[in-house]
């Protein structure tokens, strides 16, 4: 007898035997586990491609971040929006040119050594 998903959703090809239908149902039972393992991996996985997307798209309306520095207080650091350096808030380009523009801000506004925001930004 030739096994196919059609054939094997009438009742009638199911083995009438216990032994046979308990190892049926534990296989049935295992599939259905592993798949809802794939999905639940599948949709962490969906999550983190949000995640990044959501990123992407805030770094290029906002490319800069400000993280305010805990020495010296009152200082803060300008960051590119993907510096590894974590934490602060997002900043748009516009921001960043006033803050570097303004004189005040900027006597307090240190630019990151790693990511080079000035690279970003006109002289
Ligand atoms: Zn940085």
Known sequence: MRATSASIERVSDLPPDEPRLRILRTF??????????????????????????????????????????????????????DCWVPGGRPLSREDALLAREDRQVASILDLCSACRPQDLLPE
């Not at 805030?58 to 800069?64: D, G, I, K, L, M």
């Not at 993280?67 to 590119?80: F, I, N, S």
């Open 28 to 81: 049935l039972d295992q599939e259905a586990t592993r798949h809802e393992v794939v999905a639940t991996y599948l949709r962490l996985q969906l999550g983190e491609v949000d995640a990044a997307l959501s990123a992407a798209e805030a770094a290029r309306t906002e490319p800069f971040r400000l993280v305010p520095m805990r020495t010296p207080p009152g200082r803060a650091e300008l960051h590119r929006a």
